[in-house]
């Protein structure tokens, strides 16, 4: 019995090293196509993220019409526990009139981080933010958010949002 186990393990170990043998001389020597894949996901993964900053930007900046532009037409939207439809209908009944009250919209320590799985992303964010309103009020909430992305014709786009915040917890 112990042979016929040795006998195996080293009928395994010849096939592994007869494969790698003949992938060194089958037109395998070149392995730099290998490499570029393997830092694609990384470049698509920065991509991702940079769209996840590029909201943040664009809410800071107020500015609705960049904001459209990264997310896709059929996207949903949850904020705080409530399904707000579309990017497009979320602006309409919610974030677009918020737009006109805020007179000062900043986020500190924001952490953004993103998962590739195939053609999505899968992203995840933490931050801080503060808004003064046009009535002297100051907002100052700790948020997370998650986000699923889609690449299609080259260009990562927002499917699906959910952002959550609280009150700062005192330490």
Do not use: C
């Not at 707000?84 to 981080?113: C, D, K, S, W």
């Not at 948020?143 to 959550?164: F, M, P, R």
């Amino acid at each position: 019995m112990r042979f016929t186990g040795f006998a195996a393990a080293a009928a395994a170990a010849l096939a592994a090293m007869a494969t790698a043998a003949h992938a060194q001389h089958a037109g395998h020597g070149d392995h730099s196509a290998h490499s570029a894949q393997i830092a694609a996901p990384d470049a698509l993964t920065q991509q991702a993220q940079a769209v996840l900053v590029a909201y943040r930007e664009a809410l800071v900046a107020r500015d609705e019409a960049a904001m459209r532009t990264l997310f896709a037409a059929d996207s949903l939207v949850f904020e705080n526990g409530k399904a707000e439809g579309t990017f497009a209908q979320y602006m309409e009944h919610h974030l677009g009139p918020e737009l006109g009250e805020i007179t000062e919209f900043a986020f500190t320590n924001p952490t953004v981080n993103a998962r590739i799985v195939g053609h999505v992303a899968y992203g995840h964010e933490t931050y801080r933010y503060r808004i003064a309103l046009t009535d002297g009020r100051v907002i100052e909430r700790d948020g997370v958010a998650t986000s699923v992305l889609t690449h299609e014709d080259g260009n990562w786009k927002i499917v699906q949002y959910h952002s959550s915040s609280r009150a700062p917890r005192q330490n």
